[in-house]
T-cell receptor, first 110, second 115 residues
Framework: SQQGEEDPQALSIQEGENATMNCSYKTSINNLQWYRQNSGRGLVHLILIRSNEREKHSGRLRVTLDTSKKSSSLLITASRAADTASYFCATETSGSRLTFGEGTQLTVNP | GAVVSQHPSWVICKSGTSVKIECRSLDFQATTMFWYRQFPKQSLMLMAT?????????EQGVEKDKFLINHASLTLSTLTVTSAHPEDSSFYIC???????????FGSGTQLSVL
């Protein structure tokens, strides 16, 4: 099994709605990060949450981390068409390795 | 924010040739750079971790003789795909960071197509 499994694989919502994506992992982590990728482009860092943190906010983004359940969620509030992209969680373990999840393809319909 | 420049953004080559991809941190010194490959609609797979002045650490299953990584300075790492074959066609992405526990900055990726 692989680190960083995300669900749903694909999510389609209307503009203005909230989007929630989940990420589960299997091993102990130093931190968990969320990234965004537009098609055929590099990744953009969105937010990092450390293993001793439970929740973090950045603008319209809210990330939670539950280390007992080894899971994290990313909430995008009041979504916009420009939020359409793939979203990846990535877990950083000892040795500074960053392992990416499979990603969630979010489509926000105008 | 910090900028990582990756070049070229796309390359088409014939089977058997070698291709070099550059990754530069433009406004910071990167102690560590990472190389990933990504197939369509899939996640990023870490290929190797590159530390300045030392040999790269390759992930299991990645052929070090095929994917040569050089990190000669704190601002430049290169990935050379040697004797490329069609199955090497993929999207290659580099990332860099100043220090541990800092976030990664990604290059814009290189789409490699081997004919």
């Amino acid at each position: 099994s692989q680190q960083g499994e995300e669900d749903p694989q694909a999510l389609s919502i209307q503009e203005g709605e909230n989007a929630t994506m989940n990420c589960s992992y299997k091993t102990s982590i130093n931190n968990l990060q969320w990234y965004r990728q537009n098609s055929g482009r590099g990744l953009v860092h969105l937010i990092l949450i450390r293993s001793n943190e439970r929740e973090k906010h950045s603008g319209r983004l809210r990330v939670t981390l539950d280390t007992s359940k080894k899971s994290s969620s990313l909430l995008i509030t009041a979504s916009r068409a420009a939020d359409t992209a793939s979203y990846f969680c990535a877990t950083e373990t000892s040795g500074s390795r960053l392992t990416f999840g499979e990603g969630t393809q979010l489509t926000v319909n105008p | 924010g910090a900028v990582v420049s990756q070049h070229p953004s796309w390359v088409i080559c014939k089977s058997g040739t070698s291709v070099k991809i550059e990754c530069r941190s433009l406004d910071f010194q990167a102690t560590t750079m990472f190389w990933y490959r990504q197939f369509p609609k899939q996640s990023l797979m870490l290929m190797a971790t590159s530390n300045e002045g030392s040999k790269a650490t390759y992930e299991q299953g990645v052929e070090k003789d095929k994917f040569l990584i050089n990190h000669a300075s704190l601002t430049l790492s290169t990935l050379t795909v040697t004797s490329a074959h069609p199955e090497d066609s993929s999207f290659y992405i580099c990332s860099a960071r100043r220090d541990r526990n800092e976030k990664l900055f990604f290059g814009s990726g290189t789409q490699l197509s081997v004919l």
